[in-house]
């Protein structure tokens, strides 16, 4: 058997790039930001209607398109969000995120965002 070479376009990669990115760094990243601000008692975001999912969701796209452009820069600063395995042109999305995954960094992210992520979500259960 051959394998069939699948060629993408480079607005195809960066879009993949940009997903990944926005999902898996951003918006673990700015759903913690509002269950925190929804703990401290601030309701300016997470008191409107759609104001919290609103401001994740703008908060995690802005986020997607910002860090591969200034990661490459300043690699020191945007170490920890921005991931230049993302935006690899002879990855498929689903290798470009099982790579991803297999990286003790990654694992140690996933794991922290999951654990924070969960304390968060009983405390904003617990706050009247």
């Given at each position: 058997m051959?394998?069939?070479?699948?060629?993408?376009?480079?607005?195809?990669?960066?879009?993949?790039?940009?997903v990944?990115?926005?999902?898996f760094?951003?918006f673990?990243?700015?759903?913690?930001?509002?269950?925190t601000?929804?703990?401290?008692?601030?309701?300016?975001?997470v008191?409107?209607?759609w104001?919290?999912?609103?401001?994740?969701?703008?908060?995690?796209l802005f986020?997607a398109?910002?860090?591969?452009?200034?990661?490459?820069k300043?690699?020191?600063f945007f170490?920890?969000?921005?991931?230049?395995?993302f935006?690899?042109?002879?990855l498929s999305?689903s290798?470009?995120?099982?790579q991803w995954?297999?990286?003790?960094?990654a694992?140690l992210?996933?794991?922290?965002?999951m654990?924070?992520l969960s304390?968060?979500a009983?405390?904003?259960?617990?706050?009247r």
């Open positions: 051959t394998a069939i070479s699948e060629t993408k376009s480079p607005h195809q990669n960066r879009l993949e790039g940009f990944l990115t926005a999902l760094q951003g673990p990243t700015y759903a913690t930001v509002v269950l601000i929804k703990i401290m008692g601030a309701p300016e975001i008191g409107a209607r104001g919290a999912a609103i401001f994740v969701v703008l908060a995690s986020h398109v910002l860090t591969p452009w200034l990661g490459p300043f690699p020191k170490r920890h969000s921005y991931e230049p395995l935006f690899q042109p002879g999305f290798e470009k995120l099982a995954r297999t990286q003790p960094t694992s992210q996933l794991v922290t965002n654990l924070l304390l968060l009983v405390g904003v259960a617990s706050v």
